[in-house]
């Protein structure tokens, strides 16, 4: 923690404590971010901005427990902060008090590891280099083709944080972190029809990102391969979910195994814990030290260590995504998992959270199935976490006969995701992180596609 860091944060404290608060953290966000679009030759913006923002929350003592109040504040002068650390303690005494809310009481990180989360060489990155990037895809994508007439453009962005946090327990923690991107979006024609993909790049460290001129020619081809879709009649298939559109069922699971959703009953997992959710084939794990992960930290926003955690185990639930005060609702432990920014109070969410890879390509599971739906798009937000219902648009890829035998769009595919997880039968081994979920292609053996 730099000594600028440090003074703010202790400041915050020892006034939150001053002004009447049993117990108080504070976090302080210092990011540079970097961002540009190209479109053709053009260049359609270029942006950059910076952040420094201080969070403070104070916690006061009640007869039914502790009342809680979090404030936020880009003002970091010495007057601001102490003003800031009073009125918080003010509003915590009007709010109701909550016999779970409070720190954390296991013990807090005292060592936290260096999980490569930025290489200092791309502090010497300027925006020239990230047009360039962008120009480079652009011209990729456009050049692959000539059905490739258009873009809704290729971006690249670059971003560099510093987080502090401190707390009245005596924790006292600070790390960088960077993130690089890199997206593109051509627009096929053909025959008077018109059809629109992407293809990105994810990682911590510029050099670790895909080159910018395979970004581009691989949105290129998933473009293309959409030219002439067409819809097909109502029926039950397997439907698989390639890399790009998979991680999006981790996703909803997530919303059924964070501590949150447990305790108000709003999960339709919330009386499954060591039942068999999934398939034996499903394994999925939440890490929040996976070295150059893109939700890696050393410790989560309570200070706690972050972990490796199993939530779904040969098909079994086997664990909840908890911080403190979830925890103590559903009667566990915090697993590391408290997410927040300076403006709100700590919740609980994924690190980098993936389904574990099994065997064969994406082109294997095509080839094994007789007829069915490649899903590489999604559209919508169709799923219900109380009941597990799902049903979203789509587009993809209408296999016959073990082959791919045209596009298709304009359809919508549904089922329930508890059946969904019993029913993945083929996992294959191409796992790719563009996020802090990720997932290889998984096939579910059967589902409805609706269309005519």
């Given at each position: 923690?730099?000594?600028?860091?440090?003074?703010?944060?202790?400041?915050?404290?020892?006034?939150?404590?001053?002004?009447?608060?049993?117990?108080?953290?504070?976090?302080?966000?210092?990011?540079?971010?970097?961002?540009?679009?190209?479109?053709?030759?053009?260049?359609?913006?270029?942006?950059?901005?910076?952040?420094?923002?201080?969070?403070?929350?104070?916690?006061?003592?009640?007869?039914?427990?502790?009342?809680?109040?979090?404030?936020?504040?880009?003002?970091?002068?010495?007057?601001?902060?102490?003003?800031?650390?009073?009125?918080?303690?003010?509003?915590?005494?009007?709010?109701?008090?909550?016999?779970?809310?409070?720190?954390?009481?296991?013990?807090?990180?005292?060592?936290?590891?260096?999980?490569?989360?930025?290489?200092?060489?791309?502090?010497?990155?300027?925006?020239?280099?990230?047009?360039?990037?962008?120009?480079?895809?652009?011209?990729?994508?456009?050049?692959?083709?000539?059905?490739?007439?258009?873009?809704?453009?290729?971006?690249?962005?670059?971003?560099?944080?510093?987080?502090?946090?401190?707390?009245?327990?005596?924790?006292?923690?600070?790390?960088?972190?960077?993130?690089?991107?890199?997206?593109?979006?051509?627009?096929?024609?053909?025959?008077?029809?018109?059809?629109?993909?992407?293809?990105?790049?994810?990682?911590?460290?510029?050099?670790?990102?895909?080159?910018?001129?395979?970004?581009?020619?691989?949105?290129?081809?998933?473009?293309?391969?959409?030219?002439?879709?067409?819809?097909?009649?109502?029926?039950?298939?397997?439907?698989?979910?390639?890399?790009?559109?998979?991680p999006s069922l981790l996703g909803h699971l997530v919303a059924c195994v964070t501590g949150y959703a447990v305790y108000r009953r709003t999960s339709f997992l919330a009386e499954r814990m060591g039942d068999l959710v999934a398939s034996e084939r499903v394994n999925v794990i939440d890490d929040g030290r996976l070295p150059k992960g893109l939700g890696s930290c050393p410790f989560d926003g309570e200070g706690q260590p972050?972990?490796?955690?199993?939530?779904?185990?040969?098909?079994?639930?086997?664990?909840?995504?908890?911080?403190?005060?979830?925890?103590?609702?559903?009667?566990?432990?915090?697993?590391?998992?408290?997410?927040?920014?300076?403006?709100?109070?700590?919740?609980?969410?994924?690190?980098?959270?993936?389904?574990?890879?099994?065997?064969?390509?994406?082109?294997?599971?095509?080839?094994?199935?007789?007829?069915?739906?490649?899903?590489?798009?999604?559209?919508?937000?169709?799923?219900?976490?109380?009941?597990?219902?799902?049903?979203?648009?789509?587009?993809?890829?209408?296999?016959?006969?073990?082959?791919?035998?045209?596009?298709?769009?304009?359809?919508?595919?549904?089922?329930?995701?508890?059946?969904?997880?019993?029913?993945?039968?083929?996992?294959?081994?191409?796992?790719?992180?563009?996020?802090?979920?990720?997932?290889?292609?998984?096939?579910?053996?059967?589902?409805?596609?609706?269309?005519?």
């Amino acid at each position: 923690m730099s000594d600028d860091a440090s003074d703010i944060i202790e400041r915050a404290l020892e006034r939150v404590q001053r002004a009447g608060a049993e117990a108080s953290d504070a976090l302080l966000l210092e990011g540079n971010c970097l961002e540009t679009r190209v479109r053709g030759d053009e260049i359609d913006f270029v942006k950059q901005a910076r952040e420094r923002s201080l969070g403070i929350r104070a916690l006061v003592r009640g007869t039914e427990g502790l009342s809680c109040a979090v404030t936020s504040t880009s003002d970091l002068s010495p007057e601001a902060v102490n003003r800031m650390a009073e009125e918080t303690v003010e509003l915590a005494r009007a709010t109701a008090p909550d016999p779970a809310a409070g720190l954390p009481e296991e013990p807090f990180e005292t060592d936290p590891p260096d999980l490569k989360l930025l290489d200092a060489a791309d502090l010497e990155v300027g925006i020239e280099r990230r047009i360039g990037d962008a120009r480079t895809a652009e011209r990729a994508a456009r050049d692959t083709d000539p059905r490739i007439d258009n873009s809704e453009g290729s971006q690249a962005e670059t971003g560099f944080a510093r987080i502090a946090l401190g707390d009245s327990r005596g924790f006292r923690g600070a790390y960088e972190s960077a993130s690089h991107s890199l997206f593109s979006e051509p627009i096929a024609r053909e025959n008077g029809g018109m059809q629109r993909s992407f293809w990105m790049t994810s990682a911590r460290a510029l050099s670790a990102l895909e080159a910018p001129d395979a970004v581009g020619r691989r949105a290129a081809a998933r473009a293309l391969q959409r030219l002439g879709a067409r819809r097909v009649p109502t029926t039950q298939v397997p439907v698989i979910f390639d890399p790009v559109t998979a991680p999006s069922l981790l996703g909803h699971l997530v919303a059924c195994v964070t501590g949150y959703a447990v305790y108000r009953r709003t999960s339709f997992l919330a009386e499954r814990m060591g039942d068999l959710v999934a398939s034996e084939r499903v394994n999925v794990i939440d890490d929040g030290r996976l070295p150059k992960g893109l939700g890696s930290c050393p410790f989560d926003g309570e200070g706690q260590p972050t972990r490796r955690t199993e939530v779904v185990t040969g098909g079994r639930l086997s664990s909840w995504l908890l911080d403190s005060y979830s925890a103590r609702k559903v009667g566990g432990q915090s697993t590391g998992n408290a997410t927040r920014g300076p403006g709100s109070s700590p919740s609980a969410g994924p690190t980098n959270l993936w389904l574990e890879p099994g065997t064969g390509t994406l082109e294997d599971l095509v080839a094994e199935t007789e007829r069915g739906l490649l899903v590489t798009e999604l559209i919508g937000h169709g799923f219900h976490p109380a009941t597990g219902d799902y049903s979203r648009g789509a587009a993809g890829l209408w296999i016959e006969n073990g082959e791919i035998a045209h596009p298709v769009e304009e359809i919508t595919i549904a089922g329930n995701l508890g059946e969904m997880l019993l029913n993945v039968d083929r996992v294959a081994d191409d796992l790719i992180w563009l996020g802090r979920v990720a997932s290889p292609s998984v096939r579910v053996s059967r589902m409805t596609v609706a269309g005519e």
